[in-house]
T-cell receptor, first 114, second 114 residues
C-alpha cells in the first residue's frame, strides 16, 4: 500500500511568488492535514481537511490556504512568499476525523524562499 | 489547550544500552499520545500511540512507551539501542475529541554511539 505522497519534494521560489504543494493520502484515508517544520518553530499545524471541508486551522496568516478534492487529494498554497516561509511542509493522512486514528506523514516538500 | 514538553534536546547512549526519551503532556480530557521518528531529510515515521487501555504500548522497531496518567508522562523506551536508532524523536498529543490536529514537542535528538 502506497504511503502519503507529496510533490514536489524540493523547490526554490523567490520572495513575492506563490507556491502550490500537492499531497496524495494513503488509499482510503479521507482526512488530510498539513504541518510546517522549521528549526526555530518546530512542527506547527497548518490545517486539516475532511470531505473537502476545512475542519481545523492553525495560527497562520491568510497567505496560507488549502483545499481538498473529492478523491481526498489535497493542495496547499502559499501566496506572497516571505523568507520566513522557508520550511519543510509535511502532509499527513488519517482514515477519518475520529480522534485517536494513526496519522501517517509523507516525506515532505522542502521549500526554500530566496 | 494542549501542550507537549520534551525536556531533553539531546540524549546520548552507547549501543546496546537502554534508551529513554522523555515526554510530558498537558491536555483536557483523555489524551491521545504519539511518538514519531525523523531521519535526516525525511518525513515523520510513526512509532506507536496510546489511546486507551494498557499503559505499556509496544510499537515498531522494538520501541515501547509507558503512559503514566498521574505524572502526565509518555516516555519512549528501547531496551537495547542500535546505532541506526540515531535520529530525531517527536512526542505528540492529539485532541481528546474528534479531529487530527497534533501538537508536537520540540523534539529530542538521539545519538547512539558504537
Amino acid at each position: 500500500k502506497a504511503g502519503v505522497t507529496q510533490t514536489p519534494r524540493y523547490l526554490i521560489k523567490t520572495r513575492g511568488q506563490q507556491v502550490t504543494l500537492s499531497c496524495s493520502p494513503i488509499s482510503g484515508h479521507r482526512s488530510v492535514s498539513w504541518y510546517q517544520q522549521t528549526p526555530g518553530q518546530g512542527l506547527q499545524f497548518l490545517f486539516e481537511y475532511f470531505s473537502e471541508t476545512q475542519r481545523n486551522k492553525g495560527n497562520f496568516p491568510g497567505r496560507f490556504s488549502g483545499r481538498q478534492f473529492s478523491n481526498s487529494r489535497s493542495e496547499m498554497n502559499v501566496s506572497t512568499l516571505e523568507l520566513g516561509d522557508s520550511a519543510l511542509y509535511l502532509c499527513a493522512s488519517s482514515l477519518d476525523t475520529l480522534g485517536g486514528n494513526t496519522i501517517y506523514f509523507g516525506e515532505g516538500s522542502w521549500l526554500t524562499v530566496v | 489547550a494542549q501542550s507537549v514538553a520534551q525536556p531533553e534536546d539531546q540524549v546520548n547512549v552507547a549501543e546496546g544500552n537502554p534508551l529513554t526519551v522523555k515526554c510530558t503532556y498537558s491536555v483536557s480530557g483523555n489524551p491521545y499520545l504519539f511518538w514519531y521518528v525523523q531521519y535526516p531529510n525525511r518525513g515523520l515515521q510513526f512509532l506507536l500511540k496510546y489511546i486507551t487501555g494498557d499503559n505499556l504500548v509496544k510499537g515498531s522497531y522494538g520501541f515501547e512507551a509507558e503512559f503514566n496518567k498521574s505524572q502526565t508522562s509518555f516516555h519512549l523506551k528501547k531496551p537495547s539501542a542500535l546505532v541506526s536508532d540515531s535520529a530525531l524523536y517527536f512526542c505528540a498529543v492529539g485532541p481528546g475529541a474528534a479531529g487530527n490536529k497534533l501538537t508536537f514537542g520540540g523534539g529530542t535528538r538521539v545519538l547512539v554511539k558504537p
